[in-house]
């Protein structure tokens, strides 16, 4: 774990990433009881005696998994935002990723599946917890790019708001999948965040 971001999928060897793949995809889809060593074998096409190989067993698989909770094709990686866009546009561009990700039922699911896990095993709740620790910092240093930003101890409270807001929206999009607008919903927090850090408003925010 850096101080940056978690680790990426695409450093893992390639066989290492099927198996995790595939273990992203039975919890997403099944459910966490659903993953088991036979299962992650017929879904990935690789022998189970590999996991212990390449993840130390189980529960290291499930390490693996919270490390790369929020990479998804779908949603891309918020290191890149960092790397790639200037300071004035990270914010905006940093916002508009945490709305894919709030919106990802995908990631949505595999995350309500391991928090109760993380609340009864101490060790995937540590990793749990760095990886908030991790993106607190990541998101104080995104929101931090925009114009009015305000001072390190207020960043890092709006980082957590921030990430509350996620998955409070996302949560209630998974119950609610046909009677919630989530994009209104987004909507009113971007409102709220850009005025508090004097972003421009976007075109027809309501």
């Known amino acids: 774990m850096t101080d ?3 680790s990426r999928l695409e ?3 390639p066989t290492a990433r099927r198996i995790l793949t595939a273990a ?3 919890v997403a889809e099944r459910g966490y009881a659903e993953l088991t060593m036979a299962a992650i074998e017929q879904e990935s096409g690789v022998n189970r005696a590999l996991v212990s ?3 130390g067993g189980k529960a290291g698989l499930v390490a693996a998994l919270v490390d790369t909770l929020f990479q998804d094709p779908d949603t891309g990686l918020v290191e890149e935002i960092r790397a790639t866009t200037e300071a004035g546009e990270r914010t905006i561009a940093f916002l508009d990723w945490q709305e894919a990700v ?3 039922d995908r990631v949505n699911r595999m995350l309500y599946e391991l928090l109760p896990h993380a609340l009864r095993d101490p060790e995937i709740r540590d990793r749990f917890a760095e990886e908030y620790r991790v993106y607190r910092r990541v998101d104080a ?4 790019a925009a114009p009015a930003a305000p001072a390190a101890e207020q960043l890092e409270a709006l980082a957590a708001v921030s990430i509350a807001v996620v998955e409070g929206l996302g949560i209630q999009r998974a119950l609610d ?3 919630f607008d989530h994009a209104r919903a987004w909507r009113m927090w971007r409102a709220v965040v850009g005025r508090y850090l004097s972003l421009p408003d976007e075109p027809g925010a309501d």
Do not use: K
């Open 53 to 55: 190989y390449y993840f």
């Open 4 to 6: 940056a971001t978690p």
């Open 11 to 13: 450093d893992l060897a």
């Open 102 to 104: 709030s919106a990802n």
């Open 177 to 179: 999948p046909e009677g």
């Open 141 to 144: 240093d995104c929101l931090g």
């Open 24 to 26: 992203r995809m039975i």
